[in-house]
């Protein structure tokens, strides 16, 4: 299965790519998800997750198909 995996912002520059094609056996959460893809790097408590342009949390599952995006939460000035 097949997944794309966004990541914006400052979290770009820390894992050091914007996106990737991760493939998966079977459905996910959001937080092994990231395990996976960022393995040197615990799951952020303040990194915000959204699948498939809906806000989800790390406890969400994933699964084929689904475009999963990681970024740090938005401030206003």
Known sequence: MSIK???FAS???RVGRS???VTIAEPIT???LWRQCVPE???PEQIL???NLDYADWDS????GDE???????TGG
């Open 5 to 7: 995996v966004r990541y």
């Open 11 to 13: 979290l770009k520059e």
């Open 19 to 21: 996106e990737e094609r």
């Open 30 to 32: 959001a937080k092994a």
């Open 41 to 43: 790097l615990s799951p």
């Open 49 to 51: 997750v959204a699948i």
């Open 61 to 64: 599952l994933v699964k084929e």
């Open 68 to 74: 999963v995006a990681f970024f740090p939460p938005v």
